[in-house]
């Protein structure tokens, strides 16, 4: 592929994770496997402390939603990306 097909990156956005407007948490390890399964973006893991972790997704229409279905047992996702994603996000957790 030469440079001039190649598409320009588009310059890194600043998100500032601390402004509600912009970003969406929640400690629940299992909800936000769901969220990323869902293709919501995961823009942060804050580890607060040795037992709790804040998980910081980009704020997007339909987010609250997802989650309520969620929590009322009524989100369908596939089994196996669940299953994946929740070991990569315990893997991300418990890495460093």
Same mark, same amino acid.
């Given at each position: 592929?030469?440079?001039?097909?190649?598409? %320009?990156? %588009?310059?890194?956005?600043?998100?500032?994770?601390?402004?509600?407007?912009? /970003?969406?948490?929640?400690?629940?390890?299992?909800?936000?496997?769901?969220?990323?399964?869902?293709?919501?973006?995961?823009?942060? /893991?804050?580890?607060?402390? %040795?037992?709790?972790?804040?998980?910081?997704?980009?704020?997007?229409?339909?987010?609250?939603?997802?989650?309520?279905?969620?929590?009322?047992?009524?989100?369908?996702?596939?089994?196996?990306?669940?299953?994946?994603?929740?070991?990569?996000?315990?893997?991300?957790?418990?890495? /460093?």
């Amino acid at each position: 592929m030469t440079r001039e097909n190649q598409r %320009p990156t %588009p310059e890194p956005q600043y998100i500032p994770l601390d402004d509600p407007s912009t /970003v969406w948490t929640t400690y629940d390890l299992n909800c936000s496997a769901a969220l990323v399964c869902a293709g919501f973006e995961l823009l942060s /893991v804050e580890k607060q402390n %040795p037992r709790k972790c804040l998980f910081v997704f980009r704020k997007r229409d339909g987010i609250e939603a997802l989650c309520d279905l969620y929590w009322s047992d009524r989100l369908e996702i596939k089994a196996r990306a669940y299953a994946d994603t929740l070991k990569a996000l315990k893997n991300r957790l418990y890495s /460093v």
